[in-house]
């Protein structure tokens, strides 16, 4: 029975799931949205909304300056950080599609954007979309993506560049 044993274990073992599950977390805080199998959208989800829920749960804290809060708040921001930093890499690289490379800090993004973004919603910051299958094994693919992105499927982009056109 598997009683008390929550979450897919997808063939591998502890550690190696974990690394695979911090570098879906990451691309996915980094890009806002990536593509691949439905099992793992569905347990990634669980993992990225729980760093996004300690970063909302923060509150004001996570986006005024260091020096301007108060010994407290200085205290319960340094142990978010901490708790999001035990799962999810501090620094990634995005190479935007003219080739120039930009060092991003994921921390501070789920911090201060992703939190600020999320403040008043209650939860549910992903998406999970259905895509055809995988050609080689025929895997069930899906898309997942952070609810709100500027790259959002629903048409938020397509709508600002008929914006732009017109």
């Given at each position: 029975?598997?009683?008390?044993?929550l979450g897919r274990q997808?063939?591998?073992n502890?550690?190696?799931r974990?690394?695979?599950?911090r570098?879906?977390?990451?691309?996915?805080v980094?890009h806002?949205?990536?593509?691949?199998?439905?099992?793992?959208?569905?347990?990634l989800?669980?993992?990225?909304?729980?760093?996004?829920?300690?970063?909302?749960?923060?509150?004001?804290?996570?986006?005024?300056?260091?020096?301007q809060?108060?010994?407290?708040?200085?205290a319960?921001?340094t142990?978010?950080?901490?708790q999001?930093?035990?799962?999810?890499?501090?620094?990634?690289?995005?190479t935007?599609?003219?080739?120039?490379?930009?060092?991003?800090d994921?921390?501070?993004?789920v911090?201060v954007?992703?939190?600020?973004?999320?403040?008043?919603?209650?939860?549910?910051?992903?998406?999970?979309?259905?895509?055809?299958?995988?050609?080689?094994d025929?895997?069930p693919?899906?898309l997942i993506?952070?609810?709100?992105?500027?790259?959002s499927?629903?048409?938020?982009?397509?709508?600002?560049d008929?914006?732009?056109?017109a």
């Amino acid at each position: 029975m598997r009683h008390k044993k929550l979450g897919r274990q997808f063939g591998r073992n502890t550690s190696h799931r974990r690394a695979m599950f911090r570098a879906l977390a990451a691309n996915l805080v980094l890009h806002e949205r990536i593509e691949t199998t439905e099992a793992k959208a569905k347990e990634l989800r669980r993992v990225v909304e729980r760093l996004i829920t300690r970063a909302v749960r923060l509150g004001s804290a996570g986006q005024t300056p260091s020096d301007q809060l108060s010994t407290a708040d200085k205290a319960r921001r340094t142990a978010t950080k901490r708790q999001i930093g035990a799962f999810l890499q501090r620094f990634a690289t995005k190479t935007s599609k003219d080739g120039e490379s930009t060092q991003v800090d994921l921390q501070e993004k789920v911090l201060v954007e992703l939190a600020a973004r999320y403040k008043d919603r209650p939860g549910g910051y992903t998406r999970i979309i259905k895509l055809n299958r995988r050609r080689g094994d025929n895997a069930p693919m899906s898309l997942i993506e952070l609810v709100g992105s500027a790259v959002s499927v629903d048409g938020g982009a397509k709508k600002a560049d008929k914006a732009e056109a017109a």
